[in-house]
């Protein structure tokens, strides 16, 4: 069953399940409040991996991650996981890593499954154009630009675009890949929810994504990391 532990530096323990680690050491997921490292509690909660969590808090002006947090890895930004001398950062690499080594074939699928081409296009598509066209509207936005502007026009249509291609796929499958549940819908979950906190965007136009939503946030393992990721933030899920 699921436990917790906390150990003297008053820092978070996740059981829940087998241990997947060797010896003593225990993968550490660096998770930024509100961020895409959300991401990575998920994944461990859905593969049951016991996991060390490190809360990082958002400056309350800036909103920026703080300095402990910037100083872990060049990138300074979250998600970032340590794993015994491994620093990973960058949450599509952090998601392979671990699927690679503890996740025993699962969430992923392989060439010769027959979703294998739609798990990959999606899986790249959540962050190589998705969650990109998510951050630059929302930069876009905050200069304030009058509506008839060309340049956060063309932008808008983009990412309307994006939203009606995720509508359009889930029209016909319960899961990006098709019918199975993939660390694709990990990788896009975060833009559709917690990313319109920044970039905030109706979904009343798509009812498969807000179908979508509602099913992947019945999930066990979704609903035990945000918990223990953001506990008491509300979710974003209409």
């Given amino acids: 069953g699921l436990g917790r532990l906390v150990d003297r530096f008053g820092e978070l323990i996740c059981h829940d399940g087998e241990s997947h680690f060797q010896g003593s050491t225990v993968l550490t997921v660096h998770h930024l409040g509100k961020s895409q490292s959300e991401r990575i509690v998920w994944l461990c909660e859905e593969l049951g991996l016991t996991y060390e969590l490190k809360h990082y808090v958002r400056d309350p002006v800036t909103a920026l991650a703080p300095p402990e947090l910037v100083a872990l890895h060049p990138l300074g930004t979250a998600p970032v996981i340590s794993d015994g001398d491994l620093l990973l950062a960058e949450s599509g690499a952090i998601i392979e ?11 992923t699928l392989g060439p010769d499954h027959p979703d294998y081409v739609d798990f990959i296009f999606w899986w790249h598509y959540a962050n190589g154009n998705f969650q990109p066209n998510m951050g630059r509207n929302m930069f876009l936005r905050r200069l304030h630009l009058p509506p008839d502007n060309p340049i956060a026009a063309r932008l808008n249509g983009r990412l309307v675009g994006a939203f009606a291609l995720i509508e359009k796929r889930l029209g016909d499958v319960p899961f990006l890949a098709g019918a199975n549940f993939t660390a694709a819908d990990i990788m896009t979950f975060f833009s559709l929810t917690t990313m319109r906190y920044f970039m905030p965007f109706d979904l009343t136009p798509y009812p498969g994504i807000l179908a979508y939503l509602q099913r992947i946030a019945g999930r066990d393992a979704y609903k035990r990391a945000m918990q223990k990721g953001d506990p008491g933030m509300p979710l974003l899920l209409a």
Avoid: D
């Fill in 97 to 107: 890593y671990i699927i690679a080594k503890y996740g025993q074939g699962r969430l």
